[in-house]
Antibody, heavy 120, light 108 residues
Framework: EVQLVESGGGLVQPGGSLRLSCAAS????????MTWVRQAPGKGLEWVST????????WYAGSAKGRFTISRDISKNTLSLQMDSLRAEDAAIYYC?????????????WGQGTLVTVSS | EVVLTQSPGTLSLSPGERATLSCRAS???????LAWYQQKPGQAPRLLIY???SRATGIPDRFSGSGSGTDFTLTIGRLEPEDFAVYYC?????????FGQGTTLEIK
């Protein structure tokens, strides 16, 4: 059974850093592209970042570029999102999601999310 | 970026009725790379439809998708109590991928 479990969320001050993790089971991260999608309280979904299945190519939304870094540790089957220079508008539930087999950004499995709060 | 506008914002229907949700793109989605997700309160989104009209694994056939170009529709043939949720469309054709703002389907 495919499972994704996020962790690492919490309260951080503006300008601070946080590292989110997503532990995958039931499949190998090396075989699938993975993505982070966030959802601000009471708002819709926003794509944040994707890492490819094959060569670790990464893509970022404009709001994340230069501040966030997506990575994966295949030996631990864990996806990460390093978030630096956090802003109030980064507050959201962060979901990791598995990209369906192939190169298209269709997300067939999601974690339950981890909440990031940015406040002084 | 491609802006997806979903309508209506809220749809109030009764179980057994048919639901029609719209997703309009600000520019063409040329390869029909459009998906629909369902999200219930406190839960993660769930993939329903991809490629405009292909149902994801385990999705009942009362869910169907259609459309092309800039106008897309999710139809739920006969509403079950568990279908009342928020629905999002997503285009993954033109970078960056984007999501609509959602349609809330509520029980009338």
């Amino acid at each position: 059974e495919v499972q994704l479990v996020e962790s690492g969320g919490g309260l951080v001050q503006p300008g601070g850093s946080l590292r989110l993790s997503c532990a995958a089971s039931g499949f190998s991260l090396g075989d699938y592209g993975m993505t982070w999608v966030r959802q601000a309280p009471g708002k819709g979904l926003e794509w944040v970042s994707t890492i490819s299945d094959s060569d670790d190519t990464t893509w970022y939304a404009g709001s994340a570029k230069g501040r966030f870094t997506i990575s994966r540790d295949i030996s631990k089957n864990t996806l990460s999102l390093q978030m630096d220079s956090l802003r109030a508008e980064d507050a959201a539930i962060y979901y990791c999601a598995r990209r369906r087999a192939g190169r298209l950004s269709i997300y067939d499995h999601w974690g339950q999310g981890t909440l990031v709060t940015v406040s002084s | 970026e491609v802006v997806l506008t979903q309508s209506p914002g809220t749809l109030s229907l009764s179980p057994g009725e048919r639901a029609t949700l719209s997703c309009r793109a600000s520019q063409s989605v040329p390869r029909s790379f459009l998906a629909w997700y369902q999200q219930k309160p406190g839960q993660a989104p769930r993939l329903l439809i991809y490629g405009v009209s292909s149902r994801a694994t385990g999705i009942p056939d009362r869910f169907s998708g259609s459309g092309s170009g800039t106008d897309f529709t999710l139809t739920i043939g006969r509403l079950e109590p568990e279908d009342f949720a928020v629905y999002y469309c997503q285009q993954y054709d033109v970078a960056p991928q984007t999501f609509g703002q959602g349609t809330t389907l509520e029980i009338k």
